[in-house]
């Protein structure tokens, strides 16, 4: 017998009324990469135009994957609407001026009791992802991550961006983010960091049997990886290294010469000016 998603909620406690619902959130306006990085998505969802959870007394949320694929995020209680100029706010998230013109907000409380199951089950929606909000029916459970998970399922190496605390969790928990370690490990490649509160950028490069895997996890220990000028700026700034960002601009294979990564990592220099204004001294 084939798993589904409500199987493994029941023994956290779930409990299915004709009341409850399920959610999927994939808005293309919103990267859930953002949203999900800054702890924002639990006030996204709080915002609608339309009044979709009125007769909702349960939602059990999911974010959006590849194709219809879903992972889980969490089960929140709709306690109560008001209009959406009296939503909560948030600090820092430049969306929310456009997400208090909505007509709702809705006060969700989540349920603790299933906030170790967040990221770890994922699930297969179905073909109908447009219907993002749909009555609960036991989807088809695809996976079911390992214990300790805080990052979201690798997706792509050019879609995400990753705060050191996020890099950190990682290296933490390298069984819990497998598929993270192997996918990293398994390329050499260019990456960036971005210092955020200045909007200046480092471009280093990785290879050897390591590949990015091996590059990163000495910025998760020292935040500057041993570069001058990051271990400058962290000493400068007491918010450094946790406002560092960091992406993958060009995956390369680890057969790759050292020279010809290196050559990438220079036109990627030379392309985003890291070296005449950024952390790159050369």
């Given at each position: 017998m084939n798993l589904g998603v409500l199987d493994i909620l029941k023994l956290a406690g779930f409990v299915s009324t004709s009341r409850s619902r399920l959610v999927r959130h994939q808005d293309p306006q919103y990267p859930l990469d953002e949203l999900l990085r800054n702890d924002w998505l639990e006030i996204y969802q709080s915002y609608q135009r339309r009044p979709v959870f009125h007769k909702a007394d349960l939602i059990a949320v999911f974010y959006g994957l590849r194709a219809t694929r879903g992972a889980f995020y969490g089960v929140y209680r709709v306690v109560g609407?008001?209009?959406?100029?009296?939503?909560?706010?948030?600090?820092?998230?430049?969306?929310?001026?456009?997400?208090?013109?909505?007509?709702?907000?809705?006060?969700?409380?989540?349920?603790?009791?299933?906030?170790?199951?967040?990221?770890?089950?994922?699930?297969?929606?179905?073909?109908?992802?447009?219907?993002?909000?749909?009555?609960?029916?036991?989807?088809?459970?695809?996976?079911?991550?390992?214990?300790?998970?805080?990052?979201?399922?690798?997706?792509?190496?050019?879609?995400?961006?990753?705060?050191?605390?996020?890099?950190?969790?990682?290296?933490?928990?390298?069984?819990?983010h497998r598929e993270w370690r192997a996918r990293l490990g398994a390329v050499a490649g260019v990456y960036l960091i971005l210092a955020e509160g200045s909007g200046h950028l480092y471009v280093g490069s990785a290879s050897g049997d390591g590949g990015i895997w091996a590059r990163w996890r000495e910025y998760a220990k020292t935040g500057h990886g041993g570069n001058t000028l990051l271990r400058d700026l962290i000493h400068r700034d007491s918010s450094y290294p946790d406002g560092f960002r960091f992406s993958v601009l060009q995956v390369l294979p680890k057969t790759m010469s050292r020279d010809e990564v290196i050559r990438r990592e220079m036109l990627c220099k030379s392309k985003l000016g890291s070296r005449a204004t950024g952390l790159n001294l050369n």
């Open positions: 609407h008001r209009p959406g100029t009296e939503g909560k706010t948030l600090s820092g998230c430049a969306w929310l001026h456009q997400w208090q013109r909505e007509e709702f907000f809705y006060d969700l409380e989540r349920d603790p009791r299933f906030d170790n199951l967040r990221h770890r089950l994922i699930i297969d929606w179905g073909p109908a992802t447009r219907s993002w909000v749909q009555k609960v029916v036991n989807k088809p459970l695809l996976e079911i991550q390992e214990p300790g998970r805080r990052l979201p399922p690798f997706d792509d190496y050019l879609e995400f961006s990753l705060s050191h605390t996020q890099l950190k969790d990682l290296f933490a928990s390298e069984e819990a």
